[in-house]
């Protein structure tokens, strides 16, 4: 359910030389600063940049004469139009910030119409500027903002035509870009405040153990180190996709390194609890097992039942996604400043509504006494959007009544942060007897809840049956990069890609021929993440991918190919992987071809970055270590055994978008559901060898 409340030129009833908010998303001063409030999180992405290169756009001004400022949390005005996510950023306010900018736009004209007594049609904005075009008068937008403030806002505004566009469809760096190419981003990780304790926590290693005891004598004799105390959840059972504290040690000091070698110096003795003897194979077999069962049905369709048993041959499968950390480039950090009455946060946090009213409900504050400072984050993935640390600092700083910085490790953001559920999905067709299907029945266990993805192919009658099981967690649950896409993408175009093979039909004019007969989708499973599902578009993809790709012919000189084609969040993406046969069991990716609908491009550059980017997260999640746990403890502890994709084991990669203006769609998660698939298609085309879980181990990827 999208929920926003904008008012639209809400003017201030008496005249002023102040600075104007027509809206939530602009301030014009009277120097004629303009000022562009981004009310998305702004984490490497390049939302903050789309997001000005609109409303420079409307309201008829140059990017370089445009400041961008982060909105505080705030749900009364934002809606949840601040939680970036989803690839939501750019999609979600289109509308509401042409609208609300067009009418900022009007406003100016009018109050240049009201000063010169012309008419509007005569008037427009350029440069920051309102032009007579029957006349050389024009006036800054600033020398309007007395008479602008007076007007009531016009109900009806014209929206400029793409022709129209100056920056909308270019390839823009924007200035926060700039910024942090030459390291002058202000993190919060930079943050420092006077008389601040800086503070590091040994948290519990085992989600839901507790701490037994801890000896601080070594820990308070490291110079710099003032206090250690016990850091205990807020709630009697925390809530793990909100936020959730951990039981722990804080070591609060002068700086950041006198708390961690305080932290290293603490003796603590835990209690695991009832995750103390688990393991992640432990969860992976209840999944199998709960995959094959018929339990937590969420739709069935008994004609989907009748026709299932209809079939002449029947094919079943089962494929496995491991846990996943984010892993951001800057760890998880807040600083916090609990004065009582009220409450003042800085972090980089996705959504600082969602913060706000997070520490509001857990410290019994009013939201309206909790500030939320929302910075520039190196990175978030879906991780930033989780209050854990935030609520650190604000426990820390209620305690000492200080401003208190908490500092994550590299080793507690992989030891003890949330991860991506591990999930097994199991498939089966019914198939007519040329081998195509009449029917499928889809069960996916997940070790938490998640989403659910529309199915796109067109069988006269699908069977679906996600199952969300709420296990004892063995691990606290995040958001990931495409969150639940990313093993339903594994999943579906593996288990299609199966299919045709067995019908010994290409799996791209296989996948063609489904979507030629598929109806359009209604959204129903999670209405907030987009429109209904075209079947169409995604086999537009499908063809300009197999002509981009040279798809088919490159077998001759030993280039094996692999396709996938998914929908997410209204975008569509086909990709086809080259690889050949390097050595005895060793295989090479050439290249991957993405080729992308996600409606009007505003900024091809970064949307082609980020295409990129999730293919390389995608690889990294199909060729390098998982999240692993013994004895309730994860096993990797930095990059060292969790690692990345290096620079050098990146494949070629080639973008194309599909042209058209229609609205623009999500394009930040895109690409991450359907590379593994791609890249195991391809594997089969090559060695035969149907891989059905993550991560690929052998045949070796290099």
């Not at 910030?97 to 100016?108: D, G, N, P, S």
């Not at 959730?244 to 932290?263: C, I, P, Q, Y």
């Not at 953001?413 to 040329?434: C, F, G, I, Q, R």
């Not at 973008?655 to 590379?675: H, Q, R």
Request: glycine share 8%; hydrophobic share 40%; charged share 25%.
């Amino acid at each position: 359910m999208i929920s926003v409340s904008i008012p639209v030129g809400c003017a201030p009833k008496k005249r002023s030389k102040q600075n104007w908010m027509p809206n939530f998303f602009i301030r014009i001063s009277p120097d004629n600063t303009i000022t562009f409030l981004c009310a998305r999180s702004e984490m490497g992405q390049g939302t903050s940049t789309g997001l000005a290169m609109i409303a420079a756009d409307e309201l008829g001004v140059d990017m370089d004469q445009i400041e961008i400022e982060f909105s505080t949390g705030s749900s009364e005005r934002y809606g949840n139009m601040q939680d970036t996510g989803g690839s939501n950023g750019i999609r979600m306010q289109w509308p509401a910030l042409r609208k609300a900018i067009a009418t900022t736009r009007e406003l100016l004209i009018l109050a240049a119409c009201n000063k010169w007594e012309v008419l509007p049609k005569d008037c427009y904005c350029e440069k920051g500027i309102v032009n007579h075009r029957l006349s050389e008068k024009k006036a800054a937008f600033g020398e309007l903002l007395e008479i602008a403030s007076t007007l009531a806002a016009p109900k009806d505004v014209k929206l400029k035509e793409p022709c129209e566009f100056k920056y909308i469809g270019k390839s823009i760096i924007g200035p926060k870009t700039k910024l942090a190419a030459t390291g002058r981003t202000n993190y919060s990780l930079n943050l420092k405040f006077e008389d601040m304790l800086y503070a590091a926590i040994e948290r519990c290693p085992v989600w839901g153990g507790r701490l037994v005891s801890f000896n601080d004598d070594k820990a308070r004799r490291v110079p710099g180190v003032i206090e250690v105390v016990q850091v205990k959840p807020l709630e009697e059972q925390p809530d793990d996709y909100k936020g959730g504290v951990r039981h722990g040690v804080a070591v609060l000091a002068s700086n950041t390194w006198a708390a961690f070698e305080g932290k290293k110096a603490l003796e603590i003795q835990w209690d695991g609890g009832a995750n103390a003897k688990k393991s992640d194979e432990d969860i992976k077999r209840e999944l199998i097992q709960d995959s094959l069962s018929n339990n937590d049905i969420s739709l069935e369709i008994d004609e989907a039942n009748r026709v299932f048993k209809k079939g002449d041959d029947f094919f079943s499968a089962y494929y496995s996604s491991p846990f996943q950390a984010n892993a951001c480039m800057e760890p998880l950090n807040a600083t916090a400043y609990h004065r009582g009455h009220k409450i003042e946060i800085w972090a980089g946090t996705q959504s600082p509504s969602i913060t706000r009213d997070r520490i509001s409900e857990l410290m019994g504050l009013p939201p309206a006494a909790i500030t939320v400072n929302n910075l520039p984050s190196g990175g978030g993935f879906g991780r930033r959007f989780f209050t854990d640390y935030v609520e650190e600092a604000v426990v820390l700083s209620n305690h000492f009544r200080k401003p208190v910085k908490v500092t994550w490790t590299r080793e507690d953001t992989l030891a003890t942060s949330k991860n991506h559920p591990y999930w097994v999905d199991n498939w089966e067709a019914s198939l007519d007897n040329k081998g195509v299907p009449i029917a499928f029945k889809y069960k996916g266990a997940i070790a938490g809840p998640s989403g659910f993805t529309p199915f796109p192919y067109g069988i006269p009658t699908t069977f679906y049956r996600p199952l969300g099981y709420r296990y004892p967690r063995l691990l606290p649950r995040a958001s990931w990069r495409s969150v639940a896409a990313h093993p339903w993408g594994l999943s579906l175009e593996s288990f299609i890609d199966e299919l045709a093979h067995r019908a010994r039909i290409d799996p791209l004019e296989f996948r063609i021929g489904l979507l030629k007969n598929a109806d359009v989708v209604e959204q129903v499973f999670e209405p907030w993440v987009g429109d209904d599902l075209y079947p169409d578009k995604l086999g537009n993809t499908l063809e300009i991918a197999a002509e981009k790709a040279n798809w088919g012919v490159g077998k001759e000189r030993g280039i094996y190919q692999g396709v996938s084609s998914i929908s997410y969040n209204t975008s569509y993406c086909t990709q086809i992987v080259d690889l050949s046969i390097v050595g005895e069991d060793i295989l090479k990716i050439h290249k991957v071809t993405a080729v992308v609908d996600c409606g009007l491009v505003i900024n091809p550059s970064q949307a082609t970055a980020q295409v990129e980017g999730s293919i390389v997260w995608g690889l990294t999640a199909l060729l390098k270590n998982p999240i692993t746990v013994r004895n309730g403890r994860v096993q990797q502890r930095n990059f060292d055994t969790y690692e990345l994709l290096k620079m050098a084991e990146v494949p070629e990669i080639e973008v194309y978008f599909v042209d058209n203006e229609n609205a623009p769609t999500g394009i930040g998660e895109l690409a991450v559901p359907g590379l593994a698939p791609a890249v195991l298609n391809a594997v089969y085309a090559a060695t035969g060898k149907r891989i059905r879980d993550l991560p690929l181990k052998q045949p070796k990827i290099v």
